[in-house]
């Protein structure tokens, strides 16, 4: 049974879209974008993203950090938002121009850690490119989206609500993406820039 929808939930920037329930049966015919994609790319930022150039799929209010927060498909990825700890999540298979942007090849056996900072919390961000049979399906996803047969984008958020994960599968790679986000509220100071560190490597495929 889907969450409550929180009190004052924060809505996506520049779209007037209304929010759709998790599990839409839209099927688009060709799976995620009309090119093939070769990476996915990780954008973070203090600041809410522009999405008025991208197509949003379904929209998800949740809690995050018991704060408001947005889950949101879109028609490259995913974008999840954080506006109370200037937490901006943007996920895509086209370059992003944000400074703080992490590309991760769509390969099985890749692997990329990152960490995002802020003076409100901490992000940090494994993702593993595990073979498509290990996708769990969209059942237990509390958003999830189907770009077309096997090719899906799906986002759980931990019980504990200190982090989500999320699946983004592409049958023509017979890859499931995996990303594990946790996060945590750092004590408010003196603002200042964010930071980051990343780590990449990628196994040679078994």
Known sequence: MPSPTP???????????????????ETPTAPHSSETPTALYFGYTTEVPN???????????????DSPAVFTVIGESHY???????????CSCKPLPS??????PLA????????????????????????????PGPDDATVAYR?????????HVAS?????????TYPEYD????????????????????TETTNQTTKPQR
């Open 175 to 194: 890859l499931a993406l995996y990303t594990e986000t946790n996060l945590t509220p750092t004590s408010s100071g003196v603002a200042g820039p964010a």
């Open 99 to 104: 400074e703080q942007t992490h590309e991760t």
């Open 7 to 25: 009190p004052e939930s924060p809505t996506v920037p520049h779209s007037s879209e209304t929010p759709t329930a998790p599990h839409s049966s």
């Open 80 to 90: 999840v938002g954080l506006p109370a700890l200037d937490f901006h999540e943007l």
């Open 51 to 65: 999405l008025a150039s991208v197509e949003i799929k379904t929209v998800h209010p949740e809690t995050l950090l």
């Open 108 to 135: 099985v056996g890749a692997e990329h850690e990152f960490h995002f900072e802020s003076n409100r919390l901490d992000a940090q961000t494994t993702v593993e490119g595990k073979s498509l049979d290990a996708f």
């Open 147 to 155: 770009f077309g047969p096997d090719a899906w984008t799906t986002i």
């Open 160 to 168: 504990s609500g200190d982090g989500y994960e999320t699946y983004h």
